[in-house]
């Protein structure tokens, strides 16, 4: 096996570890920015293989990250269902809020989709076979969020209201979104991509019956099918913010890695999860985000308490605001031990 990222996805560990960073390709590079100007909107971008293969290749080319990740959106999935999604500068995603009524009237559009995939195969064609491409879509909970609240939110309060108020219409829509899901993830994995991931996002707060109804139910549903289709590849579940929530998720749920959000002791971590069980993450972004001491203390501290097979990535996404020099001065210090931090 030549992709150090699926060595440590079959439960070896590498050292020094494979890294990638969530939200990559974005907008603190220069040349994303260039690309990014000439799509119509953003879902025109996703939608645009061309384009899409081009800014997910990006971080591989200027960073020699050991994985590429998709460039698309977990957004994208509602589209098939039939709701009209929007991205809004300076605000973010907004939907048309789904009401009760909406749920059974849902599409299966899987077709719109289609540009995607034609980007996993475009992407595969042009990385080199030591690099890994990771395919993705959203944890049902998390997309069903932005569905229902129609946009990013804060308390997640309506979305938790509407799970407690409407028992089987919210069931009925978390498994329509788990099939839509896995179908996604398995034309993904058909179109070359070598490793999935479930980005659930919005997983905390949750009491745990709640967690063990809209997060691992749904996503038991996702994985089920996407290994009934014949796919073995390995698969990466991200229950970000979910406490001990995510030690079930961890042990009851088939997947071969449990990514970690900021706010994850790794070393408990690690003596949580089963046995062989990879784990990825879980650099502060905002010491990213602020470079210097900051950033090499808490990039060391990662290196020091991960142990086993481990993933070197953030909590959470890169932001805009993040420097080249200090990516660059992360991934040189995991290799080789210091960076040149700025
Ligand atoms: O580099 C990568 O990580 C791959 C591509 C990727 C994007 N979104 C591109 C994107 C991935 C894996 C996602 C997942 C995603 N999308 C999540 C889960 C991960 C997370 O960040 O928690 C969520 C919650 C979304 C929904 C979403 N998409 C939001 C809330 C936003 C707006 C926030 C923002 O930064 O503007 C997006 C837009 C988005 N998705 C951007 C990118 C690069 C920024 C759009 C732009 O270029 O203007």
């Known amino acids: 096996m030549t992709q150090s990222l699926l060595k440590v996805l079959s439960g070896e560990p590498v050292n020094p570890p494979p890294v990638w960073f969530m939200r990559q390709a974005g907008r603190h590079l220069p040349e994303y920015m260039k690309i990014r100007a000439t799509a119509r909107d953003f879902i025109d971008f996703c939608f645009s293989p061309n384009k899409a293969a081009e800014v997910t290749l990006q971080p591989i080319r200027r960073y020699d990250m050991d994985a590429a990740i998709l460039f698309a959106d977990i957004l994208l999935v509602p589209i098939a269902l039939g709701r009209d999604v929007r991205f809004v500068k300076g605000t973010g995603p907004v939907l048309d809020p789904l009401k009760v009524e909406d749920i059974a009237k849902l599409g299966n559009d899987m077709d719109v989709l289609k540009p995607v995939y034609e980007t996993v195969s475009r992407v595969r064609a042009e990385l080199d076979d030591h690099k890994t491409l990771i395919g993705f879509c959203g944890g049902p909970w998390t997309v069903a969020t932005y569905m229902i609240e129609g946009r990013g939110s804060p308390t997640k309060e309506i979305p938790k209201r509407f799970a407690y108020d409407h028992i089987q219409e919210m069931d009925e829509l978390l498994s329509r979104l788990a099939d839509a899901s896995a179908d996604y993830l398995i034309e993904q994995a058909k179109a070359g991509a070598d490793a999935l991931k479930i980005f659930e996002s919005w997983a905390e ?68 999860v089963p046995d062989g069980m990879a784990i990825q993450g879980n650099l502060d972004p905002l010491a990213l985000r602020m470079g210097g001491d900051v950033l090499r203390h808490a990039v060391q501290n990662v290196l020091d308490t991960a142990s086993g097979p481990h993933i070197f990535n953030l909590g959470h996404g890169v932001t805009p605001d993040v420097k080249i020099e200090n990516v660059h001065a992360v991934i040189s210090h995991i290799r080789t031990g210091s960076g040149n931090y700025v």
């Open 205 to 272: 707060g949750l009491p745990p019956q709640q967690f063990d109804r809209l997060v691992i139910a749904p996503t038991r549903q996702i994985i089920d099918r996407v290994r009934a289709a014949g796919i073995t590849k390995p698969i990466i579940g991200f229950p970000r913010g979910a406490g001990l929530n995510a030690l079930r998720y961890a042990r009851e749920l088939d997947i071969q890695c449990c990514a970690a959000g900021t706010d994850v002791p790794l070393k408990a971590f690690r003596q949580s």
